[in-house]
Nanobody, 118 residues
């Protein structure tokens, strides 16, 4: 059974930082790229960041480039999202998933809520 469990969200002020974590299970983690998504109230889910299986490649949503950094630990089946200089528009529920058909067909995890507000 493929699962993804996100954690690390919270309420922060603009300009502050958070690090999100995602623990995956049920598949060979080190063989798959991973993505972080987010969904703000009333908006569609969007891809925030991607990392390939070996951490040699990453990509980011334009609005978070230079502020967010994705990383992974294949030994622990975990992927991380370091978020710096947070803005109110980063407020959303954040999720992770593996890339590809297996990830697409797996259920979404519970997500972790990020609220950026003064």
């Amino acid at each position: 059974q493929v699962t993804f469990v996100e954690s690390g969200g919270g309420l922060v002020q603009p300009g502050e930082s958070l690090t999100l974590s995602c623990t995956a299970s049920g598949f060979t983690f080190g063989h798959y790229g991973m993505r972080w998504f987010r969904q703000a109230p009333g908006k569609e889910r969007e891809i925030v960041a991607w990392i390939n299986s070996t951490s040699s490649g990453t990509s980011y949503l334009d609005s978070v480039k230079g502020r967010f950094s994705i990383s992974r630990d294949n030994a622990k089946n975990m992927v991380f999202l370091q978020m710096n200089n947070l803005k109110p528009e980063d407020t959303a529920m954040y999720y992770c998933k593996a890339v590809g058909g297996m990830g697409n067909s797996a259920p979404w995890g519970p997500g972790t809520q990020v609220i950026v507000s003064s």
